[in-house]
């Protein structure tokens, strides 16, 4: 039987934590604008944007391992005082072939003038061969950077 895992990481950003946990929270179809190379879809398929059991479909093309594929994501809690959100993914190529459950969780931490932000990624392979999921920690974070950009110049 196939043991839980887990991945994180975490990356320093400019922008004020409370605007990067909005975009998650409150305004996740604005991703696509500010990673418009990693995401290229991104549409709601049941529920609000902005509250638990909302959920969404994302295209997105993860280059670096040429991974061009999509998902449903569904928002399972928001914690506004923490600033973090959990997720949990359905359906697409990820869930068919990778993974039986595939959840994650972003936390926006003030720090100075800007924030850190943790990613983490809890999943249970199909098969002991299927890839960890660092290579998702990797790419949040480098979308982190992009919406960073964005946010700072806002």
Request: proline share 2%.
């Amino acid at each position: 039987m196939a043991k839980l895992q887990r991945v994180e990481g975490e990356i320093e950003l400019k922008c004020q934590a409370d605007k990067y946990f909005d975009v998650w929270a409150q305004k996740i179809y604005t991703v696509k604008k500010m990673c418009p190379d990693k995401v290229q879809k991104i549409v709601l398929n049941e529920g609000d944007w902005n509250k638990v059991g909302g959920v969404v479909d994302v295209c997105y093309a993860i280059n670096k391992v040429g991974e061009n594929a999509s998902l449903k994501a569904r928002m399972n809690e928001i914690d506004e005082k923490a600033m973090s959100i959990r997720y949990s993914y359905h359906d697409g190529f990820v869930m068919e072939k990778y993974y039986k459950s595939f959840t994650s969780k972003v936390q926006a931490i003030p720090k100075g003038k800007g924030c850190t932000v943790k990613w983490s990624f809890e999943y249970e392979k199909i098969q002991e061969e299927a890839p960890d999921a660092n290579v998702y920690v990797d790419f949040m974070l480098d979308m982190s950077k992009d919406m960073d950009a964005h946010l700072c110049a806002a």
